[in-house]
């Protein structure tokens, strides 16, 4: 197995400050690179890190900082066996070029330098900015038409699809009494509140959707039959709110949210085009017709 | 050839989410003290439970998380979880659209009904005010010591002296009293600020982080009411006291000041027998005041979560072909200490259900009485439990092509073993606060492994065979006998239990293979037992002589990551009756659905990614729903 740390990368980069976590973990470096010094810090640290395997959860033993203490003689020899190897293999492979060649590699810390220029934005730039922001974005402050409903269900399944019609439209003619004593069992609600179009079509279906949006608000009468996928219905809409979009006031912390998002993300791209910036790039005539120089 | 590539920001703070929050016993062997009088009196569990008829009658099904953490828990923090705090949690869980840690942008199929925020209670909400050198830390030196070994990468220094403090009784070490209220009220507001009663409900809560040399006790402690009342109280840390027992004194001493809570443990996987034992933490064997407090406390037990599943154990249930799931038992949750096979009996939800009639029987109370539900755990603010929609534990759990082997928090189990789990089904007349806590003291509420599976279940003396035809069945099964939580009351000469049970799959997902009914009993010499019956199967399958139902089949395709509902049934609706009762044994019965096989996360990151991971490695999934139990009492 090949191991790699990429931390010294990291120290290279000098964004240590910024990665606290990533600096106390190897340094390897420090004296020179034909020497892999082993100390009782770097050990431990090592190991606090998930190196050495099972030596790690020993030398951890009642859940505490990792100590060379709990280890004997023998095991302390395979921790440096096992530390020695790859640092050796390590600094080898990266002497070998290995990790320019390695797309995996090249995107993992690319990723993690991404991170590290996030800028942390925790700013309230104040109403008017935000309620720029808020128009500029209303469709994700939008709602969708909710309806509250009640349903009584003829199932094709057990009727047949004609039968379970017929039988709808006789019980709407008798009139309805106690509803939920008529039809059949259905799978999922008999009743909704404030139920939202895709809560609607996953039990009901798009049809049954569709229709039940053309329908009356009228607590008191039963509608139908409406079609669904698993058969008919008489359905009585006791409210429905029209899809709108949230006032300003109440949508503010997510605008709030939002915005510093929005903020954090340009602030990171012009971090990397500063990054791009500092390297000039020379492109083959024969990649672009115009050969860009930065 | 195998990488591994670490992100050094996450892999820095080994120490503290492993070692560091490993809490010692702090006092916990001192004397504990009779709750005080205001504790209600336990005295009601034991009585037959009644449901009143609600309106509406029938009450709805509502679907949440009541276990996740953002970035104000210490160990979500510093493990990488910096962006997603609680509004971005809560947002998720409305259906929108959120960055996660990873840059991703990531949403859910269908929202969540209901969400508990419930981040670490020690040192919550600290850590990114550090860095953010907030104001409020003024004065509090060991905030500025913290502070300092942050600014200058000084990684192992802080992870020391986190894990000096976090194992310290000594007031020094503790968040100032007036932090400590100033943070909480921020959780409490938040919390409130995303509540909106019939649409969304946003629980306040935290979790007492309670290890005992590595041994997991952890609870979650929801408030049934608003940021009012939840300041007039503190959370209750596992620097406070490590025992159980205190933290239910605890919540008495909320009762007392009008302030209304419940518990929920989890992970009794990996409890190394601490979870469900016989004893309590002073090592004396449970008593009645035990039995009464925690049975008071905690009427709903996590069965199933990121961290393996807890319903029972291939040793425990040699005879269960589908006891193998997701199963997480290597040692502790700081794995400093191995597994031995002793400890099993005292982790497992069904043996746990099983020794609390055990122990009804010496005490007069049974400690074990609770319900059952699922939540997630997950520590990335993202409440996700879909396989093709799974987001991990910490952020090297977040999707990327090698997250499979990185190690959770660096140093323990690697991610393929997480669990894309769960969720909790409660049965409520609206969604509100109010109805959800008020469900989950009565049980009503069930567990699923992630998928949306529907369930109810009801017990009683008088129900016939086509009673489960009825249309409104659910409000004859209120009438007429008790939902998932009750009681049956007993027989008076009747003959034996029969149950409606009505299964419907998810929407979204898979179809169901089959529904079982799990009974455990107790008989007159002191025995327990248990016993899983198929009563209902898909595709006209029936149980041979074996007793055993041959299985569904699979249509899964790994290669393309797929599976066809080609198999299976989308609704399986039954009535049955114990065959095998004794009037005079008392016994538990609760409902296990299985969906058919479909891939596992693992799976889907295959494909998606165009990894291959080791043959051990998990790759098909049977998800499933448990419901809380009924018990008979003679």
């Known amino acids: 197995m090949n191991r790699r740390r990429i931390d010294p990368l990291f120290q290279f980069l000098g964004i240590g400050a910024l990665l606290f976590a990533a600096a106390g973990l190897v340094r390897p470096y420090a004296d020179n690179e034909r020497t892999i010094r082993v100390t009782r810090a770097e050990l431990e640290s090592y190991l ?144 909704y509140r404030n139920a939202g179009p895709s809560a609607i079509e996953a039990q009901l279906g798009e049809g049954f959707r569709k229709a039940l949006e053309q329908l009356p608000v009228a607590p008191d009468r039963w509608e139908g039959p409406v079609a669904s996928d698993a058969g008919y219905h008489l359905v009585r809409v006791s409210a429905r709110s029209a899809a709108r979009t949230t006032p300003f006031q109440d949508a503010r912390p997510a605008v709030l949210d939002d915005w510093q998002r929005a903020r954090q993300n340009a602030e990171l791209e012009r971090a990397v085009e500063g990054v791009i910036g500092r390297y000039r790039t020379a492109v083959d005539v024969d990649v672009l017709p115009l050969p860009e120089a930065r | 050839m195998t990488r591994q590539y670490r992100m050094t920001a996450l892999a820095g703070v ?20 009779a709750p005080p009088a205001s504790a209600q009196s336990a005295a009601s569990v034991s009585e037959p439970y009644a449901p009143p008829l609600r309106e509406p009658d029938e009450n709805n099904l509502y679907w949440g998380d009541l276990h996740l953490h953002t970035n104000q828990s210490p160990d979500a923090y510093l493990n990488g979880t910096r962006a997603v705090s609680p509004d971005e949690a809560f947002r998720f869980a409305r259906g929108e659209a959120v960055e996660a840690d ?18 670490h209670a020690e040192y919550l909400g600290v850590f990114p005010r550090i860095d953010a050198k907030d104001p409020v830390l003024d004065g509090w030196d060991l905030a500025k010591e913290w502070g300092g070994y942050l600014a200058s990468s000084d990684r192992i220094s802080l992870g020391k002296a986190f894990a000096d403090a976090i194992q310290s009784s000594d007031a020094a070490f503790r968040t100032p009293e007036a932090l400590d209220r100033t943070i909480w009220g921020e959780v409490a507001d938040r919390a409130d600020a995303n509540n909106e009663p019939g649409r969304f409900t946003a629980l306040i809560g935290y979790e007492w982080t309670s290890m005992i040399s590595g041994d997991n006790l952890h609870r979650v402690v929801l408030l049934r009411d608003g940021a009012a009342d939840a300041k007039k109280v503190r959370p209750f840390t596992a620097q406070d006291s490590v025992d159980p027992e205190d933290l239910w004194k605890a919540l008495a001493g909320y009762e007392a000041k009008g302030v209304v809570a419940l518990a929920i443990a989890h992970n009794g996987n990996v409890s190394n027998g601490r979870m469900f034992s016989p004893n309590r933490e002073n090592g004396q064997p449970l008593n009645a005041k035990y ?5 008071r406390w905690e009427p709903v037990y996590e069965v199933t979560q990121v961290k393996g599943d807890g319903e029972t154990h291939p040793s425990l249930s040699p005879e269960d072909e589908f006891a193998d799931f997701e199963t997480w038992d290597q040692g502790n949750i700081t794995l400093s200490a191995r597994k031995q096979p002793w400890m099993l009996e005292y982790e497992y939800a069904r043996s746990g259900l099983r020794n609390g009639l055990l122990l009804e029987r010496k005490l007069g109370v049974n400690p074990f009485k609770f319900g059952m539900i699922g939540s997630t755990d997950m520590h990335t603010g ?63 509420t069930y567990a699923t492994t992630g998928s949306r599976i529907r369930l109810r279940f009801f017990g009683g003396w008088d129900f016939a065979r086509d009673d489960i035809d009825r249309p409104d069945y659910a409000r004859f099964g209120y009438r007429h006998g008790v939902p998932m939580g009750g009681d049956l009351g007993r027989t008076e000469g009747r003959r034996a239990p029969s149950f409606l049970v009505h299964a419907v799959r998810d929407p979204d997902g898979a179809y169901l293979d089959r529904v079982q009914v799990v009974k455990g009993w107790l008989d007159n010499k002191g025995q327990t037992h248990e016993k899983v019956y198929d009563v209902a199967l898909s595709n006209g399958r029936k149980v041979g002589s074996n007793g055993k139902a041959p299985p569904v089949g699979s249509t899964v395709n790994l290669k393309q990551a797929s599976f066809t509902n080609a198999i299976g049934a989308p609704e399986l609706a039954t009535w049955w009756q114990d065959p095998d009762f004794d009037a005079g044994q008392p016994a538990f019965y609760y409902v296990r659905v299985i969906e058919i096989p479909r891939p596992r996360w693992t799976a889907y990151d295959e494909k998606y990614f165009g990894v291959t991971m080791p043959g051990n490695v998990r790759r098909v999934v049977q998800d499933r729903a448990y419901s809380s139990p009924i018990w008979y009492n003679p």
């Open chain 1, 48 to 191: 606090a890190a998930g190196g050495g395997e099972s030596l790690a959860p020993l030398a951890r033993a009642g859940g505490g900082t990792p100590t060379l203490d709990r280890l004997n003689e023998e095991q302390r020899r395979a921790l440096v066996r096992s530390y020695v190897e790859e640092q050796a293999l390590y600094r080898e492979a990266r002497d070998w070029g290995l990790e320019d060649g390695d797309l995996v590699i090249r995107r993992r810390l690319g990723q993690s330098i991404r991170f590290a220029l996030r800028p942390d934005v925790a700013s309230d730039p104040g109403d008017a900015v935000l309620r720029r922001f808020y128009a500029a974005h209303a469709g994700n402050y939008r709602r969708p038409v909710e309806t509250s409903f009640d349903h009584i269900f003829f199932g094709s399944e057990r009727r047949g699809g004609a039968q379970a019609r017929a039988d709808a439209q006789a019980a709407l003619r008798a009139g309805v009494t106690d509803w939920r004593a008529g039809g059949d069992r259905f799978a999922y609600q008999r009743s």
């Open chain 2, 14 to 33: 080994a120490v503290m989410a492993a070692g560091g929050l490993a809490f010692q016993m702090a006092g916990a062997a001192e004397t504990v003290k």
């Open chain 2, 102 to 119: 990873n840059g991703m942008m990531v949403r859910l199929r269908r929202p969540l009904d209901f969400l508990a925020v419930t981040d």
């Open chain 2, 291 to 295: 039995a009464e407090m925690r049975s």
């Open chain 2, 382 to 444: 993202l409440s996700t439990t879909e396989e093709d929609n799974f987001w991990g534990k910490f952020l090297e759990s977040e999707p990327s092509g090698a997250r499979w082997k990185e190690k959770m928090s660096a140093i323990l189990q690697e991610s393929w073993e997480l669990g894309a789990a769960g969720l909790a089904g409660v049965w409520a007349p609206e969604n509100t606060r109010k109805a959800i806590f008020e469900a989950l003291m009565r049980r009503e």
